[in-house]
């Protein structure tokens, strides 16, 4: 049997059957994140005066503290055997997106550069098992349903607002989180990479969605392949 079915009463929200497992790991690595980034301002703040508007400036860090609670959220509904809303679905693709843009343009771009975060381990939490597990959840678990591509629209709204305030920033109080911000480095130079990180949140957003409309959760199948066996 699939884990969410279509409650008969209210047909906006679905109702789920999962085994408690699943949101005992959910709520195990939202903790973990949520201690990797407690550990980072703790560890900030024992070597300099930390000012909360830079540190959750930082795309990374917002968009671990988003995914976590969207984690935590759901495991809750889960655990309690609450119907899930019909936005939490929408939303954890945003999340998803928002954490695979995360690991990408960290490894691709800031490995290594100064000023990031000096915890080895909060760092690898933050910049490469979350972003990897919040993939997989996706993948492998049957709590999500077929989305429409009109989600991509929900999925941009937060990376360009964060866009436009951190440039907004960088033209006043001259911060800026990422060295390829900076408008020191020209605005072409800020736009392409602006450019860059709305693709490819467009991009794996419709990979996302294409994945619900046309590819079964990875629990699914094995539980078909089990029955199979049986």
């Known amino acids: 049997m699939t884990a969410a079915i279509r409650s008969g009463t209210n047909p906006g929200v679905l109702r789920l059957q999962n085994p ?10 939202a903790a973990v994140v949520l201690l990797a980034v407690l550990s980072t301002f703790l560890d900030t703040a024992s070597r300099t005066a930390v000012n909360p508007f830079n ?21 809750v509904l889960h655990l309690r055997s609450v119907a899930e809303p019909e936005w939490v679905v929408p939303v954890r ?8 843009v995360v690991g990408v343009v960290y490894n691709l771009l800031l490995a290594g550069l100064p000023g990031g975060v000096d915890l080895a ?17 996706w993948l492998v678990t049957a709590d999500r349903r077929r989305l429409s591509y009109r989600v991509l629209r929900l999925i941009l709204i937060y990376p360009l607002v964060w866009v436009v305030v951190v440039l907004v ?26 450019l860059l990180i709305a693709a490819t949140c467009t ?15 990875l629990a699914e199948l094995f539980g078909r392949v089990r029955r199979g066996r049986s």
Request: aromatic share 16%; net charge positive; glycine share 6%.
């Open 121 to 137: 381990w909060s760092n690898w939490v933050m910049h490469v098992a979350f972003p990897i597990y919040a993939v997989l959840d």
């Open 55 to 75: 540190f959750f400036g930082f795309f990374t860090i917002q968009c671990n503290l988003l995914a976590a609670a969207v984690l935590l959220i759901v495991a």
């Open 203 to 217: 991009g794996f957003g419709a990979l996302l969605i294409l994945a619900s409309r046309h590819v079964a959760p």
């Open 20 to 29: 408690p497992t699943r949101a005992v790991v959910r709520v195990t690595v």
């Open 93 to 100: 693709a945003a999340v998803t997106t928002y954490m695979f």
């Open 169 to 194: 920033r960088g033209a006043t109080d001259g911060w800026v989180p990422y060295p390829f911000l900076d408008p020191a480095s020209g605005y072409a130079s800020v736009l392409l990479y602006v």
